[in-house]
């Protein structure tokens, strides 16, 4: 599975930004389509993501800002992150489990400047 993650950028607070991850190469039986986070110092944090049986799941910090969805036609996920904070500013990967394994993206930046 080979995972392109892109969307990020600077962006002010309250503002909004959309990032995409599209998975190519096997893309059945897959797991789990994530996104997480990462600031340097800071272990890498779940951000929202879909289960095998279709849930979406969501990190505390994001809920009722930031949405997750799906296009399985497209094998893309996208995360609309709305009224964004200064401490949203972090690396955001997209992260597939399937089959035992973690799959990972490049990451793509996001700064939020207050």
């Known amino acids: 599975v080979q995972l392109q993650a892109f969307g990020g950028g600077l962006v002010q607070a309250g503002g909004s930004l959309r990032l995409s991850c599209a998975a190519s190469?096997?893309?059945?039986?897959?797991?789990?389509f994530d996104w997480y986070r990462q600031v340097p110092g800071k272990q890498r944090e779940l951000v929202a993501g879909i289960r095998s049986g279709g849930s979406t799941v969501y990190g505390d910090s994001v809920k009722g800002r930031f949405t997750f969805s799906a296009d399985n036609a497209r094998n893309t996920v996208h995360l609309q992150m709305n009224s964004l904070k200064p401490e949203d500013t972090a690396v955001y990967y997209c992260?597939?489990?399937?089959?035992?394994?973690?799959?990972w993206g490049q990451g793509t930046l996001v700064t939020v400047s207050s």
């Open positions: 992260h597939v489990a399937r089959l035992g394994y973690d799959y």
């Open positions: 190469g096997i893309t059945f039986s897959i797991k789990t």
